[in-house]
């Protein structure tokens, strides 16, 4: 129960700092085009790609991971905190770059922690964290579509302070009631290893061995290992050019709405909120499909889900119509395949580190995707931005079904046997 309500904290404070924030930028610093707004959440996000590296393959290495849930719930109340102080677009990347250094270790630490506690259905265990999440994103949606609209002379500050607050003390219920769980190394590490996972030669070609160097010497040959297993790879760079197909859009959905097509700052937070709310009914069940079906035919589904919804959406300008649209909850499958495969690819002994790296490659997305979004918007128009998530999925669902076809990379079935030696 505390790793879920700290779920439920981290996606309301996900919610305000990649939704809110740039669309507060935009209304109190004038002059500020779509590149300046987009760097709001791209310059922390590639900050986070260094960050989740460096935590998941700490927590590999320290085996324990209960101190860095900790550290990520810290990062995010801290960041509200110095949001609250800025007084420009420029500090205001400055801050968030800062905090994602260390928030950046919530996300892949967690995932970590459910999945070795429910090694035999990684997906349901996945899907049921991300419910948590998403009920964090349904509270912030709908708490800041009032509390940020400029109608009703709430401070922002107070707003920031008041969020921080609630982060604080979630912080120390976690810390009192979450039990220490240590990592080991057991047979289900060498199952993954034969099936499609990290490879037994994988440590030789890192160069250097489990028992010798130093700490720092150690982290990285196991980011070596994990960067260098063919399935993995192949992994990461579909979930990441597909997650910044969406970034290509949802980057700047927020003034998307509001200037492009007529939207109020409440219809924003309400396709937030609703989001949310059918993202939460949704989790549970793709857990169980990916669980039942393997996580890369829920993945390629789940990409060309995103694939027809681009396409719906470049296709009106109705508020409403396009509100439902994104209320279709594609990304719990999306989510939760993508956690599952690279939990079930990356073993036991480099779970964190794998969905560290995951974390990051995402975050990587999420910065390209919004930067290369608010260029197409500055040059183009807000209506291009659709037409190129678009293009983007089709490309990424094409390219993932010729190499899962074609080169069994990731294996069709990664995932779907129970792995063996659990917990």
């Not at 589904?301 to 508020?319: E, G, H, K, R």
């Not at 079930?344 to 995951?358: F, N």
């Not at 995707?369 to 490309?395: H, Q």
């Amino acid at each position: 129960m505390p790793l879920y309500v700290s779920a439920v904290t981290e996606g309301i404070c996900f919610t305000i700092i990649m939704i809110f924030v740039p669309l507060y930028v935009r209304r109190t610093f004038e002059g500020t085009n779509l590149v300046v707004i987009a760097s709001v959440l791209a310059v922390p996000a590639l900050t986070r790609f260094i960050a989740s590296n460096f935590w998941g393959a700490l927590a590999d290495f320290t085996k324990t991971l209960k101190p860095f849930v900790l550290i990520g719930l810290t990062g995010h109340a801290a960041c509200l905190v110095g949001l609250s102080a800025s007084d420009s677009a420029a500090s205001v990347v400055l801050i968030a770059s800062a905090a994602s250094l260390v928030y950046a270790a919530t996300t892949p630490i967690s995932l970590s922690y459910v999945t070795l506690l429910r090694e035999t259905e990684k997906g349901r265990a996945v899907g049921d964290l991300m419910l948590f999440q998403s009920l964090g994103w349904f509270v912030g949606g709908i708490a800041c579509a009032y509390l940020f609209d400029p109608e009703l002379g709430i401070p922002v500050r107070s707003v920031l302070l008041g969020s921080a607050a609630i982060a604080l003390v979630v912080l120390g219920f976690v810390s009192v009631g979450l039990a220490p769980l240590h990592i080991r190394k057991n047979a289900a590490d060498e199952a993954s290893a034969s099936s499609g996972g990290i490879e037994k030669s994988a440590d030789r070609r890192g160069g250097v061995s489990q028992n010798h160097g130093g700490w720092l010497t150690r982290l990285v040959a196991d980011l070596k290992v994990l960067y260098r297993t063919k399935s993995l790879a192949a992994t990461l760079l579909v979930v990441g050019v597909a997650t910044g197909g969406v970034w290509v859009y949802f980057g700047n959905f927020s003034v998307y709405m509001t200037e492009h097509i007529g939207g109020s700052t409440g219809a924003v937070g309400w396709v937030m909120a609703l989001s949310a709310l059918f993202g939460m009914l949704a989790f549970g069940p793709s857990g169980r499909l990916v669980d039942k079906f393997g996580s890369v035919r829920i993945l390629l589904i789940a990409i060309l889900a995103y694939v027809v919804t681009y396409t719906l959406v470049s296709f009106t300008v109705n508020p409403l119509f396009v509100s439902v649209l994104l209320c279709v909850p594609v990304y719990p499958p999306f989510n939760v395949s993508s956690a599952a495969l690279v939990s079930e690819l990356s073993g036991e002994s480099r779970r964190a580190g794998g969905l560290g790296i995951l974390n990051g490659a995402q975050a990587v997305s999420l910065a390209l995707g919004s930067l290369l979004g608010g260029a197409i918007g500055d040059a183009f128009g807000l209506k291009a931005l659709p037409r190129w998530a678009f293009g983007v999925e089709l490309v990424t669902f094409v390219a993932a079904v010729v190499a899962v076809a074609l080169f069994r990379t990731p294996p069709l079935n990664a995932g779907r046997e129970p792995a063996v030696g659990s917990r």
